[in-house]
């Protein structure tokens, strides 16, 4: 008799292998009696593929946005970059193929001998083997087409795709295509972004050491993080190369040396992040930006911005796509915006600020949106598209009734009486309450042109301008300029009281600038695939629109030289020439200064996030003329500094002349008369009304209007 007790186990042994192989046989039947049918298969849709967008600043020029210059990169839950074949690097290949399929360019998408071998080794409890059963063809069928589940009825469409898929594109396309998908920890999808998170290089740069490594953590990255485990990331690297010599890809010497290569475990995941990207180095006008991160200059409100108008552009989920985004992001600029605002409001509890640059191309050159994103992801200078709400603009708004009163032909040397307070029958600020604004100072000023008027941006006049040119007709003069805000045509209008963005305020002046062309502001200024197709570009699908004659823009240009020169804008004189127009609204809850050259404009604006009086700042008290003045002054005289001079032109003041008549006392008050115009022998013609008394109302010579409600108070309006 023989020894059966040391058969046994060898009889248990073989009945379990004699299983596994008539399993696998039953596979590779039911794979071949598929094979009939593959031809009516179709592929199903492959899952949506996030792929990492790029953004670039204005000095990145088209078609070079990438990875290594960008200021920011864009994408939802994954971080990936897809490459070309030619990008992978022959030794991440080879690493690759050792680790996940030895045999991927001989089978057709399937390796029954690989299903045999995996299967056997877990019976036989071997797990030395990196490789297991799936091919790199159905890791990426199940990837791409199916679900995670376990089940036969999974193994078997996945099998069976895989060989679909074979049929359909060739070997390197499909090595591409999974090298681009599969994750790698540390929030990298793709061997680009993994390239980029473990070693700060591209993939095309990858040594064998660091090809090695990504091809062992496919498996199961997160375990193998040297980070985490140095000692598994060690040995899974090690596997992989002993299987590159297995296959004679490299020597066992160079093995060696690769695996002693020491670990350098700092997370690169963050690089390119715009809180950790130094700026380049830039030309010599440009040296003062020193070791300056984009984070300081607030790039996350850009970045939000951006995001937002890809969305409005392209649709949802547009930074998913692989894009590569330039913009008018202007790091020079937007560090003497930071600069400018951040030394005069650095006060922790004090009021902050904000400020827009454009230039007459109407690139959005800087944007001060906020103190700190972290703190606040509220864009200030948005107004609601940023997140909170627009601001009341002051006496800043007075230009925009200047330009109708102009453009219905008046001259700026039409006089209006300036009474400390004035009136006017049926104009309401509120039910059964007459709207009575008063000048800032409180002072009569007697009988001021309009030019002086604006200089000294006395409110008691202005109300007789928009009496003259009406509420509607300032509402859509402001919309045509560039305020995009839905404005409620109201007499108070005229001083500022409703809500606007600094974005708005910025866009409607340099209408000014660019004398009567109106550009949309933009923020993006090409858009390429990540093929490097044009999607997007300003500089041929964004053109300017004559909203004004450049002959009205000049007058107003003129007059508002003379707030700068001589008026409450005395604060924001620059060496060459600049217009503009304070703004203060009541009780100094927004503060704003907003000017222009001839080739940028900026508006500043100052006040708390939540509305509140500014009483005094530093011991001095807060208005338009003093702390947004000054900011825009430093900001500007350091933007413009390369630019050559320019001057403006000439305007023409008008010949239709408006007298309302002589001065009144100090402290009256009156209701405004609308004037008469008569034409003088010279062609000229002139309007005049009978001089009101102190303290007493004249009748308007039109006929009553029905009240018109303000949410200015009675006794209203902006100041200066």
Known sequence: MGDTTSRSPRRFLWRW??????????????????????????????????????????????????????MARLSASEQRVVVTYNDLPPVLVQAVLSAEDRKFFDHNGVDPVGIARAFTKDVLGDSASQQGGSTITQQYVKTVYLSSEKTLTRKVK???????????????????????????????YGVEAASRAYFGVGARDL??????????????????????????ATR????????????????????????????????KTSTGLPQQVTIRPRPAEHTDLGDVKYKDLGSQFWMEWVRSQLRERLGPGAETKGLRVYTSFDPAMQKYAVDAVDKTLNQPDGPVGSLVAIDTDGRVRAMYGGRDYETSKVNLALGSAGGGSGRAPGSTFKPFALAAFVEEGYSVKSRFRAPPTTMFPNVYAEPGKLWKPRNYDKADHGVQSVEEATWDSTNTVYAGIVDTITPPRLAEMANRLGVRAKLDPVYALVLGTEEVSVLDMASAYSTFADRGRHTEPYVITRIESSDGDVIFDASTEVHPQQVISEQVADTVTTVLQGVIIKGTGAAAGLRTPAAG?????????????????????????MGYEQPKQMKSYKGQSVAGGTFPARIWRDFMSRAIAGDSACKFPPADVGKKVLNSGMPLSSGSSTTQPRASTTTTPGGASTSSSTPGASSTTVPRSTTTAAPTTTAAPAAGGAGQ
């Open 581 to 605: 127009k304070t703004g203060t609204t009541n009780d100094a809850k927004d503060a704003w200064f907003t000017g222009y050259t001839c080739n940028l404009t900026a508006s500043v604006w």
């Open 236 to 267: 899974r690297r090690k596997t992989v190369l002993d299987a590159m010599v297995e296959e004679g890809y490299i020597s066992e010497s160079r093995a060696r040396a690769a695996a002693e290569v020491p670990w350098n475990t700092e997370d």
């Open 207 to 232: 040594d064998l050491p660091q090809a090695a490594y990504l091809a062992g953590l496919i498996r199961a990255p997160e375990h193998a993080d040297a980070t985490r485990d140095p000692k598994e």
């Open 158 to 188: 996945e099998a069976v795709l895989a060989v679909k898929l074979e049929q359909t594109l060739d070997k390197r396309e499909i090595l591409t295509r999974y090298l681009n998908e599969i994750y790698f920890g540390r929030g990298a």
């Open 17 to 70: 292998r004699r299983v596994g192989y008539a399993v696998v046989v039953l596979v590779v039947v039911a794979v071949g009696g598929l094979w009939a049918v593959l031809n009516t298969i179709q592929l199903p849709p492959a899952k949506p593929q996030d792929e990492t967008t790029f953004v670039c600043d204005i000095e990145v020029q088209a078609g070079q946005c990438g990875f290594d210059n960008a």
